[in-house]
């Protein structure tokens, strides 16, 4: 199986990313429909919550009415992305991608990892609801993350921890830092690394969703929010020929 995953060295690069809409993009307050989310590319979805997270650090988010959306989606769900983020209460996607009510799934857990319980989540938003992207979203400071780079052992958070320990490991490599989470350097690259191994773990377990991807039907991406600004870097996994297993 081929697997398309773009290079962590290349993360920088996203800031010069630039996803490409198709078609009419519906307004940024319009409540998500059957006909909208069918009509939508994985490119246009990313596009979406690109333009979203524009508007949050600009300070600008579109004006709603959640009572007016609660109110039409009520009737029934099409969201077009499903993103996996940190438990962390500055991260909340909805927020930072400036999404309304029904736009968009959200798995949220301690340092954005994934197991079967968050895959089988994501191969219901997308297989059986019709997602278009899924966005696996890290932060700088995560505390999980500093966690799992300290080794930190407590309750079910231990185990929780160890997923995220094959992206510690790998920014040790990469950095040849101390491990320790005051190693600012290393926290950021295993922050980076994070997100990609819980993109490539998505991929891995998920037969369905690996090979909705290889279709062109969902595309999955990666992400790291700055929480100061509030700006979400974007990474899209894309066959470069440099990152295949
Ligand atoms: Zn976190």
């Known amino acids: 199986m081929k697997i398309r995953i773009l290079p962590t060295t290349c993360l920088a690069l996203a800031f010069a990313f630039s996803a490409t809409s198709h078609g009419e993009a519906p307004p940024p307050t319009a409540v998500m429909t059957k006909a909208r989310q069918t009509a939508m ?41 499903a993103i ?3 438990l962390d209460s500055r ?14 799934f959200c798995a ?17 938003a997308c297989k059986v609801v019709g997602a ?30 160890e997923r995220i320990e094959p992206a510690v490991e790998t920014a040790e490599k990469q950095t040849g830092g101390t491990r ?10 295993a922050t980076i690394d994070n997100v990609v191994h819980q993109m490539q773990t998505i991929l891995r377990k998920s037969k369905i969703l690996s090979a909705m991807q290889d279709k062109g ?17 974007l990474v899209k996994l894309k066959d470069d020929g440099h990152a295949k297993r």
């Open 217 to 233: 039907e969902i595309e999955i991406v990666g992400g790291v929010q700055d929480l100061k600004t509030g700006r979400v870097t």
């Open 84 to 86: 996996v983020s940190c």
């Open 91 to 104: 991260t909340a996607p909805e927020q930072i991608f400036d999404q309304g009510i029904g736009d968009i």
């Open 132 to 161: 278009k992207l899924i966005a696996v979203v890290g932060h700088n400071s995560c505390g999980a993350v500093k966690g799992a780079v300290d080794r930190v052992e407590l309750g079910k958070l231990t185990g929780l921890l």
């Open 41 to 81: 590319t994985p490119d246009d979805a990313l596009s979406r919550l690109k333009e979203g997270n524009d508007r949050f650090v600009a300070g600008r988010p579109v004006r709603r009415n959640l009572l007016e959306e609660a109110r039409i989606t009520s009737a029934g769900q099409y969201p077009y992305a």
């Open 180 to 189: 320790s989470s005051l190693d600012n350097v290393l926290v950021e690259r």
């Open 108 to 124: 949220r857990v301690a340092g954005n990892v994934v197991n079967n319980d968050i895959v089988g989540s994501l191969e219901f």
